[in-house]
């Protein structure tokens, strides 16, 4: 039997792998990975990697994740209390964050633009000197910064967090979709090389992330609006 928290569990995980598949992640993935490591991306493609190399990898790109994952529930936390602090009904956040998201999801179609989610805000780190700490530090400067790409599904789930009745629920809501965000990036990070063999081959897929992205936040935003999540859970009943 699949609960509701499970459905927006899921839900939440798959906007995170949507991010990392978004034209402006998945192309620059390799140059964190170096950037984060430190090492050329000549090592990181060496079929003769040493396991330090593998190990600094791993380590890297966990604190990495971790980083990024921090400040994202924090940031969900934030608004979730922000609203049941205002003390606004749960049907109201509902519907008004139905139609935000609904609006984030024809942004990122390119229908219609949104201006604060098109300017990067990104943080620009010239070096990185302080090792693991280094990659944590960097991984919040990317969660701070997201790309316009990344703004319209973040914001879906930040909206999303903010219509339940509890913090836990909101901050399991931003670790799914830190997961679904930092799975993909960890199994690329360690398989560097099949990574850049088949980004050639999703290189023409690519462009069709943010229909597929605009789509399903446009169907979760009508279902926010209507309520009508059960019937979701429904669907996934069956």
Do not use: H
Not at 155 to 174: C, E, G, N, R
């Amino acid at each position: 039997m699949v609960s509701g928290n499970e459905v927006s569990i899921l839900i939440a995980f798959s906007a995170g792998v949507l991010s990392f598949f978004s034209p402006c992640i998945l192309p620059l993935f390799p140059s964190y990975i170096t950037y984060i490591t430190g090492r050329s991306f000549e090592d990181m493609k060496s079929s003769e990697k040493s396991s330090n190399i593998t190990n600094l990898t791993v380590i890297n790109s966990l604190f990495f994740i971790l980083g990024f994952s921090i400040i994202f529930v924090l940031m969900g936390i934030a608004i979730s209390y922000f609203g049941s602090f205002l003390g606004i009904k749960r049907v109201w956040l509902e519907r008004i964050g139905g139609v935000l998201i609904i609006l984030f999801g024809l942004d990122i179609m390119g229908i219609i633009k949104t201006r604060f989610l098109s300017q990067s805000k990104g943080i620009s780190l010239k070096r990185k000197n302080f090792g693991y700490l280094g990659s944590l530090l960097v991984g919040m400067a990317f969660a701070f910064g997201w790309t316009p790409c990344v703004g319209p599904i973040l914001s879906s789930i930040f909206i999303y967090a903010s219509t339940f009745d509890s913090l836990s629920k909101a901050t399991v809501l931003l670790l799914a979709y830190s997961a679904g965000l930092g799975l993909p990036f960890f199994i690329a990070s360690l398989a560097i090389n099949q990574f850049l063999f088949l980004f050639v081959k999703l290189r023409n897929f690519i462009r069709f992330v943010p229909i597929i992205s605009g789509v399903f936040l446009i169907l979760v935003g009508m279902l926010l609006f209507s309520g009508q999540f059960s019937r979701l859970t429904g669907l996934f009943v069956r």
